[in-house]
Structure formats: structure tokens, C-alpha cells
T-cell receptor
Framework: DAGVTQSPTHLIKTRGQQVTLRCSPI?????VSWYQQVLGQGPQFIFQ???????GRGNFPDRFSARQFPNYSSELNVNALLLGDSALYLC???????????FGQGTRLTVV | KNEVEQSPQNLTAQEGEFITINCSYS?????LHWLQQHPGGGIVSLFM???GKKKHGRLIATINIQEKHSSLHITASHPRDSAVYIC?????????FGTGTRLQVFP
């Protein structure tokens, strides 16, 4: 059974551009969460989606948005990219809202 | 002060040594995760626990809910255990992460 898959694995964008990151959860998992990990720091919570609804949002600007599709896959969108958005973006899936989380390999975004 | 604190930040050990990493948290939690992150970024879930103790191979995790403290132990450490170990607390809708402990095990 495939684990959590994220695409793309690496991405380079220019300041001001927009980016879409994708996540496919483990089959049967209904919850997807997104985290941002800046180099040298622990991951920070961005969003949680469960059953296609936003169930939690971290302290990130409105430039960050996400959605979950009927097949439970998810997209994270970031508009008007800033240099400070350069980070590893991690997706985690879990069967339910507070059950064990399983992480993808992440998407490394570099904004130049 | 971070809501989830880990110690030590860096740890160096010789192969075969017993290793302990500590995690303290100040928020209410429903469970605590121990995670392993290798260079390149991928995170692997080691344990999720809400009480007592769990063991998997050479890894043991304990949690004391009253004291808001958890420990991760590695017995008979090996160079392949070298990684960053992160504790993360389940708080309502999200995981709150510690900053991680960088472990290097030398042969």
C-alpha cells in the first residue's frame, strides 16, 4: 500500500508567483494536514482538512489556502510568494482527526 | 517559551550507548508523537502514545501525563540511528512540534 505521496518533490519559484503543492493520503485516510518547516526549525501547522472541510488553521497569512477533494487528496496554494516562504512543506494523513499521523517526503520550495 | 520543548538539542554517542531524549510540553494534549527525520526531510512516525510506555525494537517511548513529560530511549545505538528526533503534541486540531534533537552515533 502506498504511503503519503507529495508532488512535486522540489520546486523553484520567483517572488510574486503562485504555487500549488499536492498531497495524496494513505488509502482510507480522511484527514490531511499541512505543515511548513523552515530550515533549522520544527514544522509549523498550516491547515487541517477532514472530510473535505477545513477543521483547523495555523497562524499563516491569507496568501495560504488549501482544499481537499472528494478522493481526500489535497492541494496547498500559496499566492504572491515571498523569499520567506522557502521551506519544506509537509503533508500528513491520518485515518481520523486525532489518530496517528503519517508524513509524506515533503515538497522543498525555494523562492528566488 | 515554546509549548513543546526538547532536550538536548544535540547529542553525540558511541555505537552501543543507551540514549535518552526528553520532551516536555505545556499544552493540553490528547496524545504525543515521536518522529524521526533524516537529511532530505522525510519524516517517519515512530510512536504515538497517550499513556504509559511503548516499545518497538530498540526504541522505547514513555509518557507521564501528570508531569507533562515524555522520553524516547534508544538501546544499543547504531550509526543508522543518526537523525533528528522530534516530539509533537496533539493539541485539538493540530500537532505542535518541538525543535528536534539531532543525534549522531559514531562507530
Amino acid at each position: 500500500d502506498a504511503g503519503v505521496t507529495q508532488s512535486p518533490t522540489h520546486l523553484i519559484k520567483t517572488r510574486g508567483q503562485q504555487v500549488t503543492l499536492r498531497c495524496s493520503p494513505i488509502s482510507g485516510h480522511k484527514s490531511v494536514s499541512w505543515y511548513q518547516q523552515v530550515l533549522g526549525q520544527g514544522p509549523q501547522f498550516i491547515f487541517q482538512y477532514y472530510e473535505k472541510e477545513e477543521r483547523g488553521r495555523g497562524n499563516f497569512p491569507d496568501r495560504f489556502s488549501a482544499r481537499q477533494f472528494p478522493n481526500y487528496s489535497s492541494e496547498l496554494n500559496v499566492n504572491a510568494l515571498l523569499l520567506g516562504d522557502s521551506a519544506l512543506y509537509l503533508c500528513a494523513s491520518s485515518a481520523d482527526m486525532n489518530t496517528e499521523a503519517f508524513f509524506g517526503q515533503g515538497t522543498r520550495l525555494t523562492v528566488v | 517559551k515554546n509549548e513543546v520543548e526538547q532536550s538536548p538539542q544535540n547529542l553525540t554517542a558511541q555505537e552501543g550507548e543507551f540514549i535518552t531524549i526528553n520532551c516536555s510540553y505545556s499544552v493540553g494534549i490528547s496524545a504525543l508523537h515521536w518522529l524521526q527525520q533524516h537529511p532530505g526531510g522525510g519524516i517517519v512516525s515512530l510512536f504515538m502514545l497517550s499513556s504509559g510506555k511503548k516499545k518497538h525494537g530498540r526504541l522505547i517511548a514513555t509518557i507521564n501525563i501528570q508531569e507533562k513529560h515524555s522520553s524516547l530511549h534508544i538501546t544499543a545505538s547504531h550509526p543508522r540511528d543518526s537523525a533528528v528526533y522530534i516530539c509533537a503534541a496533539f493539541n485539538t486540531d493540530k500537532l505542535i512540534f518541538g525543535t528536534g534533537t539531532r543525534l549522531q552515533v559514531f562507530p
